[in-house]
């Protein structure tokens, strides 16, 4: 059984920066694609960044690219989302997710194709 736990997000002021990170139990994550995905509140669950389980390959969601770093610590079996600049559009609950088959061929990730979840973490960005 997986088991994923979010942890890092909180209050921050426009243009600040956080560390999401995201601990995974069960299986290794190297054999797991991952991802983060975020929603915010009457919107539904968008993928901002996920990440191959083989080659590494990432993909960013144009709303985050340039701001937004996702990497993984295999040996740690740990995600994380290194946000910057963020500002108040950023506002959401976080959600990291795994995939044992999800594999990044160019589409935009669709939440319904990864299978184990975390219970969110809240990020809101405000003055």
């Known amino acids: 059984q997986v088991h994923l736990v979010e942890s890092g997000g909180g209050l921050v002021q426009p243009g600040g920066s956080l560390r999401l990170s995201c601990v995974v139990s069960g299986p290794t994550l190297a054999a797991h694609a991952t991802g983060w995905f975020r929603q915010a509140p009457g919107k539904e669950r968008e993928g901002i960044s996920c990440i191959n389980r083989s080659d590494g390959t990432t993909y960013y969601a144009e709303s985050v690219k340039g701001r937004f770093t996702i990497s993984r610590d295999n040996a740690k079996n740990t995600i994380y989302l290194q946000m910057n600049s963020l500002n108040p559009e950023d506002t959401a609950v976080y959600y990291c997710?795994?995939?044992?088959?999800?594999?990044?061929?160019?589409?935009?990730?669709?939440?319904?194709?990864?299978?184990?979840w975390g219970r969110g973490t809240q990020v809101t960005v405000s003055s």
């Open positions: 997710a795994t995939d044992p088959d999800w594999y990044y061929s160019g589409d935009v990730p669709n939440p319904h194709d990864f299978t184990s």
